[in-house]
């Protein structure tokens, strides 16, 4: 939600990608102050795997990306200190290692500038072949942590944690994976 961005770091600018969004939803984010970006959505193409290329166009030298699936829990603006030159900033994701999948998590990360990882992972969404964004960066990167600079999990709390009673104070983002966090995400949003 803009709002628990906005409520807080007030003062990082807000980018809202419209990967499909209603009338309604545009109108909404931007009179919350958010800029839009539009212009590269196609409804025969799942939305996840245009997030690169709508990191690539942000205006910004650093740039922080957060699924709309993710709750903002506390103040994190320290998060773009992990954007360093040429490398993509992600959390470790060990539910999906532990099912011999993708190894990091693809729902907040951090950029800066248009390192050449991000450019691949563009490229390669493009021929959209895996079953996400996530396995489709796995397959570019492995485990390896050559390209990546490596988050603590403060920056991308799983459902799953919570849903298996492993919780900390300091989490900063709440990633409410699949349908189970969808229902929830919603009940954040209704008036």
Request: proline share 7%.
């Amino acid at each position: 939600c803009i709002s628990n961005i906005q409520k807080h770091m007030p003062e990082i600018p807000i980018v809202v990608a419209d990967f499909g969004l209603s009338q309604k939803g545009i109108k909404v984010a931007a009179e919350s102050g958010a800029e839009i970006l539009t212009g590269f959505w196609k409804p025969e193409r799942k939305s996840w795997f245009l997030k690169p290329e709508a990191v690539l166009l942000s205006p910004y030298e650093k740039t922080c990306w957060i699924d709309i699936d993710c709750e903002v829990v506390a103040p994190c603006p320290e998060i773009f200190d992990y954007a360093i030159t040429e490398k993509i900033a992600l959390t470790p994701d060990h539910w999906a290692k532990r099912r011999g999948r993708a190894h990091w998590a693809t729902g907040v990360i951090v950029v800066k500038g248009k390192p050449m990882i991000l450019k691949e992972w563009a490229t390669q969404c493009r021929k959209e072949r895996k079953r996400g964004d996530q396995e489709v960066l796995y397959s570019i990167i492995g485990d390896s942590k050559d390209r990546v600079n490596p988050m603590p999990m403060e920056y991308q709390w799983l459902r799953l944690d919570l849903k298996y009673g492993v919780d900390s104070n300091s989490k900063k983002i709440i990633h409410w994976t699949g349908p189970i966090g969808k229902r929830h995400i919603r009940t954040l949003i209704k008036p």
